[in-house]
Every structure is written in C-alpha cells, then in structure tokens.
C-alpha cells in the first residue's frame, strides 16, 4: 500500500506543471502590475486533464492491489502563486482548491478524522464554567505529565478561549431561522510547555492538541436580549448577516443550479476588545463556523442587512465594513468560479471513469472593496465552499 501512495504523489507531482489560472478568478500582490498576457484556458485545460489522468490512473493501481485494505478516497490540494499559477501544493501556504476523490460505486468517501485530538463539545455546556470544569483534568493531566510546566498560565489562557468560544456559540444558537444556518463551530488549539495556547496544529510528533466545537441541537434556542454579551450579539448579527446573503446569492445566481452546495466555513474573528466579524487577519486563533442548508423546523425569518463587518486587527477595537450587496455579489462570483471548476472534470470523456472528483472545495478570500478571489499561497483565506459534484 505504501508503495502505490508514493507512486501516487510522484504521478501527482511530475504530471501537472504549474499553468496559469484565467485572471478574473483572482487577485495578489502582483495582480495589478503583472503585465503577462492572460492564460490561454486551453493550457489550464490540458493542466488539469493530466492531474485528472494520472490521478485515477494511480487510484485504479491502488484499487487493483488485494491486500486487504482499500482505499475510501484521496485528497488532492492546488495552490495558487501570486502570479495565478495554479499546481501542486506540496508544503506551506494556504490552499486554494482541495479536490476529493471516490469511487463512483461506493457509498463511503474519505472521512474526516482526528484520533489523537482530544475534544470539548460546548453544546452540551450550560456555561462556560461547564467547559472549565470539564476541561480540568485534561489540565491536570498535562501539568503532571510535566508536559507543561507553568500550570497558572494554562489555565489562564484555557479560561480566556473558553469563555470567548462559548460566547461565539451562543450567538450561533440564536442566529435567526434561515434557509441557510450555521450548524457546527470548530476551533483547534495547540498547548506549549510554557502554557500558552495557540491555533495552529503543528503536526509533529508530541505536540499538545485540543479542539472546542459546537454543534446545533433539532431546536431553536433564543436567548433573551438582555442576558446576550456583546460578543454573543455581535456574533449573531454578522451569522444572520453572512447566511441572508448566501441564500440570496444562491437563490439568483443562474449557476448555482447547477451546483449542490454541501458546506460553507468562515472565521470568525473576536479582538481583544470583543469586536467581532469576518476574519481577515493573520492571527492564528480563529473559530471556524460551518453553514449548511437544513430543512426548518420553525418559521423562517427574514433578514435584512447593510453592511458585513471585517476584523482586519485582532489586536484593535476597529472594524472594515463591507456593504451587503457587495458581499453577495462576491459570494456569486464564488459560485460561477465553482461552476467553472466543477465543469472541468465533468467533461463527457470523464463519466466511465470509476474513480472521480466527489467534492470540489475552493477557498477564497475577499478584498475590502468587496471582489472575492481564490485565495494564494501567501494569502489569508475568508472562506470555502464545499460542492459535491451534482454528476458523480
């Protein structure tokens, strides 16, 4: 099986050269001083039709091997230069396309999975002194594995992104019924010896990881206004704002018809100062709040508004605002960009193949003058979009 793996990703690396990706789809540093001719879509074309090829020319070897094992699925990352060259990516940076791959046939895909995380569903929480108490012999355990040697620092920095999480959820809870809501927050953590807590996995041997979620129950819970802090208010406000407009996005992009959209993730960024709104910053401890369309119990409210805010700093009480109009415009353009996409590996030669594109998921970041590109590998991703492919 390691074998075929690492034919796998030799096929991979030595079959798509990085081509260029047709301008309009995004933007960098050197966008507006490039004076390259635009890409020929003929090249991308061909680009993708050899990382298709040898993609299911490797899964059909695998597949081939009777070992006992078989393979669900494989993910296949792109990158994007400032430049718009889009190929492999390898290490380092942010993604711009994840592909997922599976067999036509089967019914199961490659499943996300984190065994080595230990996880903390705030649902299930009252308040944030339910998720203090429950935290606590994780902390006692790491103080006396010496794993971490300044406990009054752990617990320090674990209070304060327990207390912010639990308010973000809070505000998720109580975001009004729409066609479109969130149904998951996730925030991943990494601890260090000397007690400080950080956002990014570092996956290497030893490293401290954690994971706050929430997910939504079957009911609508509104709390009463008076009891809300102002991050719960403003966290539902900016959630309300960000579903409204995605629906409506939806619901007028011609496009979109021809997509199925399974996931829409966003961060969401809180300041020291309890600002909170999209997140557009480098700082590494960001919620991640997932959206899917569900089917509504209760009726649907409707909601209406101007401006979406941006954390540009985390370290500052000052919001970017971006009109709502704006925004929709730009999640619709994200649409056509997955239409266009989705439309390269759907191609008629592709359909008898028995592995093929499951999902396609984009990521994208947005300019504060309101256009939205695929974001680069230097860049800061606002969010993605998971399609499952309406032709699998």
């Known amino acids: 099986m390691k074998t075929y793996l690492i034919s796998i990703l030799v096929l991979l690396s030595t079959s798509l050269n990085a081509e260029g990706l047709p ?9 507006k001083s490039n004076n390259e001719k635009s890409s020929d879509p003929y090249d991308i074309d061909k680009s993708l039709e050899s990382l298709h090829d040898a993609q299911t020319h490797a899964l059909k070897k695998v597949d081939s ?3 006992g094992w078989y393979l669900a699925g494989m993910k296949t990352i792109l990158g994007l230069t400032l430049k718009g060259k889009l190929g ?3 290490w380092g940076g942010k993604k711009a396309i994840e592909l997922n791959w599976k067999k036509r046939d089967s019914k199961k895909g490659l499943e996300e999975t984190e065994n080595n995380v230990d996880t903390f569903n705030f649902s299930e929480y009252k308040s944030s002194e339910d998720a203090l108490t429950e935290i606590e012999p994780f902390i006692s355990s790491l103080v006396e594995s010496g794993k971490v040697n300044d406990e009054k620092s752990l617990r320090n920095n ?4 327990i207390n912010e999480f639990y308010q973000v959820a809070k505000g998720a809870e109580s975001a009004a019924p729409q066609a479109y809501r969130p149904h998951k927050i996730r925030l991943d953590l990494t601890v260090g010896a000397d007690g400080s807590v950080n956002g990014l996995f570092v996956k290497v041997g030893g490293d401290i990881r954690l994971r706050f979620e929430w997910s939504r129950k079957n009911f609508y819970q509104k709390e009463s206004e008076t009891l809300k802090s102002k991050i719960t208010k403003q966290t539902e406000k ?11 996005a939806i619901e007028e992009e011609p496009a979109a018809k021809t997509l199925k959209l399974k ?19 480098s700082a590494s401890i960001v919620p991640q709040v997932y959206f899917k369309k569900v089917t509504l119990l209760e009726k649907a409210e409707e909601v209406s508004v101007e ?16 009109s709502s109009t704006r925004i929709r415009k730009g999640f619709k353009k994200s649409i056509r960009f997955a239409e266009y996409f989705q439309k390269k590996f759907n191609k008629k030669k592709y359909r008898k193949s028995k592995w093929a594109v499951h999902t396609i998921k984009p990521s994208y ?8 590109g695929v974001v680069s590998l230097k860049g800061l991703a606002t969010f993605e979009l998971a399609y499952v492919n309406n032709k699998f």
Do not use: H
């Not at 900016?238 to 409506?248: D, P, T, W």
């Not at 996931?263 to 910053?281: Q, R």
């Not at 979406?308 to 971006?322: Q, R």
């Open 263 to 281: 996931e829409f993730k966003v961060g969401v960024g809180v300041s020291v100062s309890g600002s909170v709104g999209v997140a557009k910053v």
């Open 88 to 90: 492999i990516k390898s």
């Open 65 to 67: 091997e009777k070992s």
């Open 365 to 372: 970041t947005f300019d504060l003058s309101g256009d939205v």
């Open 307 to 322: 401006e979406i805010p941006f954390l540009t700093d985390d370290k500052s009480n000052e919001l970017k605002f971006v």
């Open 158 to 161: 674990l209070r304060s992104k």
């Open 23 to 31: 301008s309009q789809w995004y933007f960098g540093e050197e966008t």
């Open 238 to 248: 900016l959630l309300n704002g960000l579903a409204s407009e995605i629906g409506k």
